[in-house]
């Protein structure tokens, strides 16, 4: 049974930086892709970042810059790291593990999300 398991989010401050985590099981963790997507109150789900099982990395271009998707293999985890936060950053985050190795496209499992609040 695949498990996804975020921890990291929640309030700050415009222009800080959270470490948004995301623990796995049940799977072969190397040989997934992982993705962060995000959610806004009425929006669309949206994918934020993306890392293949190759390690490659892709971002949204409203994060590039900003955040930094990595993976530790080792631990099973992958993480967001996201500065210079921006008040469009709030929505609640979500892992995604991609069976077929891109990290992109939303398929597989995802997480029970964590909300990322960015406000003075």
């Known amino acids: 049974q695949v498990q996804l398991v975020e921890s990291g989010g929640g309030l700050v401050q415009p222009g800080g930086s959270l470490r948004l985590s995301c623990k796995a099981s049940g799977i072969i963790f190397s040989f997934y892709g992982l993705g962060w997507h995000r959610q806004a109150p009425g929006k669309q789900r949206e994918l934020v970042a993306g890392?293949?099982?190759?390690?490659?990395?892709n971002y949204a271009d409203s994060v590039k810059g900003r955040f930094t998707i990595s993976r530790d293999n080792a631990k099973n985890t992958v993480y967001l790291q996201m500065n210079s936060l921006k008040p469009e950053d709030t929505a609640v985050y979500y892992c995604n593990a991609d069976p077929t190795g891109m990290g992109t496209g939303g398929f597989g499992s995802w997480g029970q999300g964590t909300q990322v609040t960015v406000s003075s």
């Open positions: 890392i293949t099982s190759s390690s490659r990395t």
